[in-house]
């Protein structure tokens, strides 16, 4: 397992159109973050699994994201209706319950989107 | 609402000098984590240090070193030996419970 995989890693679409990205985690990690970079500022964090439970979405996830992880494996990021302001970098992260609340978050290269 | 400052949007460092990135950050809690990340150009983000904030011991890994001042709410990280390699953005971040915010980041360049 060389880490957390991200596909597609860049993404050109048109506006309104609909995009999904892929986050394949660590085998053996049970939670899973979704996080959005935009050009110049830090991750933003959009939602967090723990195994297939969707515990946490934030306010930046509009009703055009939805987000998935069944069976507790792989997650799914579908943005409906694209818009320009969805331009971003689409950050996956992974970990472990070992280690609480300090334990580290372990990222994928991220999926680029352009919404042209 | 927690925030994370980043105060030094570029640093630039010589080779083999020492550079300490700034960071501070806004919360009302007690306990939490605090965590250095640097992403290199085009690729992923990783851990560089950690220190959770009941410890009063600053952390260090190797060349990294934190200056961890609780009541100040300053979280600085120095870099010794700095390395080409070590050329990355560097976001701080807080993290309570599964929130975890991060910083705008800062560019190190590092002259050889």
């Known amino acids: 397992d060389t880490g957390v995989s991200q596909n597609p890693r860049h993404k050109i679409t048109k506006r309104g159109q609909n995009v999904t990205f892929r986050c394949d985690p660590i085998?053996?990690?049970?939670?899973l973050y979704w996080y959005r970079q935009t050009l110049g500022q830090g991750p933003e964090f959009l939602t967090y699994?723990?195994?297939?439970?969707?515990?946490?979405k934030s306010r930046l996830l509009s009703d055009r994201f939805s987000a998935e992880r069944p069976k507790g494996s792989f997650s799914t990021l579908e943005i409906q209706r694209t818009e320009q302001g969805d331009s971003a970098m689409y950050l996956c992260?992974?970990?472990?319950?070992?280690?609480?609340?300090?334990?580290?978050?372990?990222f994928g290269e991220g999926s680029r989107l352009t919404v042209l | 609402a927690q925030t994370v400052t980043q105060s030094q949007p570029e640093m630039s460092v010589q080779e083999a000098e020492t550079v300490t990135l700034s960071c501070t950050y806004d919360t009302s809690e007690s306990d939490y984590y605090l965590f250095w990340y640097k992403q290199p150009p085009s690729r992923q983000m990783i851990l560089v240090i950690r220190q959770e904030a009941y410890k009063q011991q600053n952390a260090t890994e190797n060349r990294f070193s934190v200056n961890f001042q609780k009541a100040a709410k300053s979280f600085s990280l120095k870099i010794s030996d700095s390395q080409l390699g070590d050329a990355a953005m560097y976001f701080c971040?807080?993290?309570?419970?599964?929130?975890?915010?991060f910083g705008a980041g800062t560019r190190l360049t590092v002259k050889p």
């Open positions: 992260a992974s970990s472990t319950p070992s280690g609480g609340f300090a334990g580290e978050l372990f």
């Open positions: 085998s053996e990690h049970n939670r």
């Open positions: 971040a807080y993290r309570i419970l599964n929130d975890m915010r």
């Open positions: 699994f723990q195994n297939e439970a969707q515990l946490e």
